[in-house]
Structure formats: C-alpha cells, structure tokens
C-alpha cells in the first residue's frame, strides 16, 4: 500500500468532482462507500484500487497495485489541479444562481485516456442504462480482481489495452455492443499508447489526436477530456439530450447544438463548465420510452 495526502488550493467538492468516473449503478470499477471513494482502474503500469477519502481540507489517498504509485504521483490532477476556474463569469441568471453551490467543483484528470475511451465509446448511439450494462458485463469477464482490499469489494480492474483488443467479435456482440463501436473499441486500443501520451499533450492537440482516429467524434473526444485531461472547454456536442437541457434551461425553449453553442459562447475556454453548472441546477423530465437510439444518428460521435 502507498499513500498520498493532497491539499487543495481552494475549497474542493470531492463528491462532484468524482462523480463523473461512475459509469451507472453496479459500476465494477467504482464504489461510493461512507468511508470515501473506491476505484479499480488499468494504468501503463498495472492494475491500480485507489481509496479516496477527505479529511477536513485534506485528501487521503491510498493505493495498492503495480499502478499505486504512477497514480498516487497524478493525484492532484485527478482532484482539479489542472482546472483554473478563477476566470469563470456567470452570463446567465441561472449560472449566476447556481455556480455558488457548485464552485467547488473541479474538471477531474486522471491520465488514462484509453480506458475513458473505451468506455465513450461503448455509450455512442445507445441509451446510458444499455451501455452501462455493456460496460459491466465485459469489465467483468475480461476484467481483473482489483488489487488490495479492491477484491473483497467486488471491484474489477478493466481490461488492459492489450486485452480489449483480444476480446473476440461474439463476445462483444453477447454484451450488447454492435461490430462498429467494438471495430473502433479495438482499432483505438492497437495505439494505446499513442492515446495516453494525450495526457500530456495541449488540450488542442490532445483532441486532435483523439479525432484523427475511425469512430472518434466531437462527443466521444468530449467525454474523454472532461474525465481524462481536465478541459472545462469540452461541452458535450452531438449528445442525445444535454442540448436540449442546456436551451430550455437557459432560453425557454429546446434547441439544438447549435443554439447551444451560441448560448455558450460567452463562457469560451469554460463552456464545459457552464454546462455542468446548467444541466445541475436545470434537467428536463425524461418522458420517453427507454430504448436504444437509432443507428443512422450523425457520426459526430
């Protein structure tokens, strides 16, 4: 075991800013205990259970695993480090209203791109609850007991790389997941290492790079770095409903990504924040029935 303890520079929302690493109820990877955080994690040095607790204005973390230590050395990033919210500016009553509650709230960085990729990728085109269930049922068969006392949690260490690239054809197809995501699951994992060298590349750069590959869109690209490089200036273009949620929040009426990216166009360079502090304080009732979405969606994914 290896431990880290991590001091903010300002007030820190732990429970926000970890939040998004939770891919649905019965997630394998993570856990909410009452006595803090768990995560079960694949690192480019091993599998990785790391324990997250806050103490006053302190976080304990404790890692065990051949990834303990890669992950303990990027431990303030996971926690906000790389996201400077200073310059952030309300434009909207709502914002206004609803950042105060929210401000201790970081855009998380936790380096392992691949990993938040393959998940991204699995959510394209189909209802959270059916990915979710994709992502759990593979994480389990082709997963690893997770290091530590991870194990006797229940939690699961994804996949390596290396190993979702194995995962053969019908096993894919049995977890719910159809040839095109799983081809580009695959296709991505064959440059893993390519992909995590984004952790620490310019934002731009790291985007590019994530895009340049089959199957990865604005949305999916998105997703990685509001998880994996902290960028508060992805807002998630070509989802099925934030747009929707943002619009109506902000303007009273649904509109579409590009109304969207007028409203927060004032917000540039913390557009990504802007939504999270919108959709937080503002979501629109789910009326519709639950069932993937069609396949012919545009490939912004």
């Avoid at 919210?85 to 855009?107: I, K, N, Y």
């Avoid at 990729?117 to 759990?136: D, N």
């Avoid at 229940?154 to 049995?174: C, E, H, M, T």
């Avoid at 998630?236 to 590009?258: M, N």
Wanted: proline fraction near 9%.
């Amino acid at each position: 075991m290896r431990t880290r303890r991590h001091r903010p520079p300002a007030p820190l929302d732990v429970d926000r800013t970890l939040a998004p690493f939770v891919r649905g109820s019965g997630d394998p990877t993570s856990e909410r205990g009452r006595d803090g955080w768990w995560f079960a994690w694949s690192t480019p040095e091993g599998s990785v259970t790391l324990h997250l607790v806050q103490d006053a204005d302190e976080v304990l973390a404790r890692a065990w695993g051949g990834g303990g230590e890669w992950m303990l050395e990027r431990l303030p990033d996971l926690l906000g480090a790389r996201d400077d919210p200073s310059g952030f500016t309300p434009h909207h009553d709502l914002v206004a209203r609803e950042w105060p509650r929210q401000s201790g709230w970081r855009v998380p960085a936790n380096a392992l791109v691949s990993q938040m990729l393959v998940c991204s990728v699995i959510e394209q085109k189909v209802t959270g609850r059916e990915a979710f269930s994709s992502l759990r049922q593979l994480v389990r068969r082709f997963g690893s007991p997770a290091p530590g006392p991870g194990e006797e949690r229940g939690l699961v260490a994804p996949p390596s790389p290396a190993q979702w690239a194995r995962i053969p054809s019908w096993a894919w197809v049995r977890a719910g997941v159809d040839g095109s995501r799983s081809r580009t699951v695959v296709a991505a994992m064959r440059v893993a290492g390519r992909l995590d060298e984004c952790a620490d590349l310019p934002l731009q750069e790291a985007q590019r790079r994530m895009r340049s590959l089959p199957g990865i869109g604005v949305w999916t690209a998105a997703e990685v770095a509001q998880r994996a490089l902290g960028d508060a200036d992805s807002p998630s273009f070509g989802d099925y409903h934030v747009a929707k949620d943002v619009t109506l929040a902000l303007d009273g009426t649904i509109g579409d990504d590009a109304r969207m990216a007028e409203l927060l166009a004032p917000y540039e360079g913390q557009r990504y924040r802007a939504q999270r502090v919108v959709t937080a304080a503002a979501r629109r009732p789910r009326r519709g029935p639950r069932r993937s979405l069609p396949t012919h969606l545009p490939t912004r994914w």
